[in-house]
Nanobody, 122 residues
Framework: QVRLVESGGGLVQAGGSLRLSCVAS??????????MGWYRQAPGNQRELVAT???????DYGDSMKGRFTISIDNTKSTVYLQMNSLKPEDAAVYFC??????????????WGQGTQVTVSS
């Protein structure tokens, strides 16, 4: 069973920083990571892209995150990190980890974490 465990959310003042982590695991199957990423959803809004990264290191960012957020991946630990700097009140949301995983020669499957709350005070 696949698990995505997120950590690092919390309350920070505007202008501050937070680092999110997400570890992917499966208790019974060997897997490989195709890509991992972060999405966020604020109340009343649709879920939006924050950043994604492939196992090869190619990245993509949402427009409002460019220059402030940095995504990285440790393939040996199946872990993705999101360093968030210069946080703004509008960055407050639940941040969800996403992993695209393959089991042997299978197709790629999409998995989501439970989400971690990020609150930014003005």
């Amino acid at each position: 069973q696949v698990r995505l465990v997120e950590s690092g959310g919390g309350l920070v003042q505007a202008g501050g920083s937070l680092r999110l982590s997400c570890v992917a695991s499966d208790s019974k199957r060997i897997f490989s990571i195709n890509a991992m990423g972060w999405y966020r959803q604020a109340p009343g809004n649709q879920r939006e892209l924050v950043a994604t990264i492939t196992s090869g290191g190619s990245t993509d960012y949402g427009d409002s995150m460019k220059g402030r957020f940095t995504i990285s991946i440790d393939n040996t630990k199946s872990t993705v990190y999101l360093q968030m700097n210069s946080l703004k009140p509008e960055d407050a949301a639940v941040y969800f980890c996403n992993a695209k995983m393959r089991f042997g020669a299978s197709a790629i499957f999409d998995y989501w974490g439970q989400g971690t709350q990020v609150t930014v005070s003005s």
